[in-house]
């Protein structure tokens, strides 16, 4: 599927940069900019920002259900939203569900 059509960014493409993403120690927050800038593409007109965090978010979630990235690490990825969410008071359009480290049940989603 395109997600970016002025950069012609599939979810395969956002997919591959994840998984890289997080095989870095110390994996970021995957951003829509972080993955633009890993895949060497600069955002134009940005109508896809908000595909592009479903669809950050939703790879995520497969790939650590396939165990092809590790599921602390998208825990630590969401105590790091959690954080910023509290920081802002709240303000932000972002929900996170709390995550079982053991389990790694959880899951962001952006409202």
Known sequence: MIVCSC??????????VLVDIFSKPDAPIPTPGLVYR?????MNCC???????????????ALERRGQICR????????KLRL??????GKQTVTVEAADSCSGVGSIRRI
């Open 7 to 16: 950069n012609v960014i599939t979810d395969a493409h956002i997919e591959t």
């Open 38 to 42: 890993e895949l060497s593409k600069r």
């Open 47 to 61: 109508g896809c920002v908000p595909l592009a965090v479903s669809v950050i978010y939703e790879r995520l979630d």
């Open 72 to 79: 602390f690490r998208c825990a630590n990825i969401r105590d």
């Open 84 to 89: 910023i969410v509290n920081k802002t008071g």
